[in-house]
């Protein structure tokens, strides 16, 4: 049982269940709260800013994530879409686990911009969860402009475009925090990506023989899980890994990648 498992099983029933549900309605609210006549001051008090958190204002280290993605009329389209995104992503990890990847994108952010000198913002943090909802669901479109439909995987791949772009061109306190923010992501994702290009060498020829089967129309399932025995047929959108610590080839679904007994 990997260490966020066994966390779960200690702590799992303190998280905060629908937590995005808080997030977007904060926001929300300092959105509404911007358009009054206060507006400026309050959202100026809500800034991250080192300088003055090392003074005592410790609110705002937590005040900045409630600070809206935009104060144009979009804004409700765009908390729309970060509510989908988090929703999705609780659902798929349960809230235990989406609430250690919020809280631990917001605590890399805030350690990024005590490291860069800079003010944070939410900016990373967002991108974070839209990162991590187009790897689990890469194929979702969204109708751009209400009218396009594009895959999030497509937007992903410009998401990291632009911050490759960041990283090698913008200055120094940019790069930090375009370099720091994203580690939540690489945490919780980092593994999979290199169980998925060692696989992809490792069983190349396993994997052309169930493409030769599924052409050859030959019947069975094409992935089966070791542990629950899911396969694709079950969930067109279940996804199956390889092991690289089984012996053998054993393949597991997303749930069981890192909740099973290895097989020697």
């Excluded at 396969?231 to 053998?248: M, N, Q, V």
Aim: net charge positive; aromatic share 16%; charged share 15%.
């Amino acid at each position: 049982m990997g260490a966020l498992s066994k966390l779960e099983r200690r702590f799992g029933r303190y998280a905060i269940a629908n937590l995005m549900a808080y997030v977007v309605g904060a926001q929300g609210v300092v959105f509404l709260l911007s358009r009054t006549a206060q507006g400026a001051r309050i959202i100026s008090e809500m800034l991250f800013d080192p300088a003055l958190i090392a003074q005592g204002q410790v609110w705002r280290l937590v005040s900045f994530m409630m600070i809206p993605p935009s104060f144009s009329i979009w804004v409700f389209f765009i908390l729309y879409l970060y509510y989908l995104f988090g929703t999705r992503l609780e659902e798929e990890w349960g809230s235990f686990r989406f609430n250690v990847y919020y809280f631990s994108g917001a605590a890399f952010s805030i350690a990024g911009a005590f490291l860069a000198g800079a003010s944070a913002t939410a900016v990373y943090l967002n991108l974070s969860i839209f990162l991590a909802f187009a790897t689990i669901d890469p194929d979702f479109s969204i109708l751009l402009f209400f009218v396009i439909p594009v895959k999030v995987k497509y937007l992903a791949w410009l998401a990291w475009l632009a911050v490759a772009f960041t990283i090698v061109f913008e200055p120094l306190p940019a790069k930090i925090m375009a370099a720091v923010s994203l580690l939540n992501y690489f945490a919780f994702f980092g593994r999979d990506i290199r169980r998925r290009l060692r696989t992809g060498i490792a069983y190349g020829p396993q994997r052309g023989l169930f493409r030769a089967r599924a052409s050859a129309g030959m019947a069975g399932p094409i992935h089966r899980c070791t542990v629950c025995g899911a396969t694709e047929r079950d969930d067109p959108r279940l996804e199956f890994r390889y092991c690289s610590k089984c012996a053998g080839h054993h393949e597991y679904c997303l749930t069981h990648l890192d909740a099973h007994d290895h097989v020697h």
